[in-house]
């Protein structure tokens, strides 16, 4: 026969993991309750635990829409303090070797980490005005994949993909795509035929979709004042740095001049950037 004291153990332990049990699910739901006092909390404050941060409001929409940069680097501040290391695991040094994105003349200094050169090299700075919701949407954390849940974000989604936490397609490949050669109608890859062109996109594009980079995350102007003085600064984001084989589709823009006939190619695409990247009609300049 077992002895009492074994079963006044168990009792005991039963009524302290029930106990434990009562007051986390207390909690869980005093901030369902209020959630505006939930997702006032500070990113990474003291009041948050990894999983509660991680399940933070801010981190699927609508909050994600209106995050800061400031309250999204509270706590992924690392992604602008981390180095490149100065030698590889292979035994490369950093300082005497280029990474893909240093091979072209607009990028100055040693290499430096992915999220840095979008958001804080001179370049970065000079070009781009990118937020960190630029790219980031939402996720799911915890599948990491859209419809896999009855809770979570709908397969349709475009906010992000499998595996990922943005969608490369509606992002990344914007300015990391391959050059449509084909559809601009070079005889070979811009590298190798440039020089015909005098070196310079304006040779054509200064008649030819005018109406362009008219959107929050680029900055028009100085784009095209750094493309009259280098074309590489062009190149740079359409084909030079292409992380894929393929082109990103852009909106077809109408310009002064434009032809009304609608190439082969451009039909079914549009001819609007998407909504949250729109300029307000007095800042878009056609």
Known sequence: MESPKTGIVILALVAGVS??????????????AHPA????????????????????????????????DAQCLACHREVLEDKVRETSPAGVKAATSKAWYQRLSTYQGEQDTFHRRHLSTPLAKELMNLNCT??????DPREEAPGSSATSAPQ???????????NVETTCLKCHGQMN????????????????FGNSCLTCHAAIRTNRHQVTYLKAEA??????????VCYGCHGGRSWY???????????????????DWAKGRPTESEARFQLPPSANKK
């Open 19 to 32: 106990l434990a049990g009562a007051l986390l699910g207390w909690n869980v739901r005093q901030q369902v």
């Open 37 to 68: 006092h939930s997702a006032a909390l500070p990113a990474g404050g003291a009041a948050n635990d990894h999983l509660r941060a991680t399940y933070d409001p801010i981190h699927f929409k609508p909050a994600i829409e209106s995050a800061t």
């Open 134 to 139: 630029t790219c980031h949407q939402g996720n």
């Open 156 to 166: 349709s989604t475009q906010d992000f993909t499998l595996r990922k936490q943005v």
């Open 181 to 196: 050669i084909g559809v601009m109608g070079l005889p070979s890859p811009w590298h190798e035929s440039k020089e015909m």
């Open 223 to 232: 784009i095209e004042a750094a493309g009259q003085k280098n074309a590489d």
């Open 245 to 263: 084989r393929i082109s990103y589709p852009y909106p077809r823009h109408a310009w002064e001049g434009m032809s009304p006939d609608v190439p």
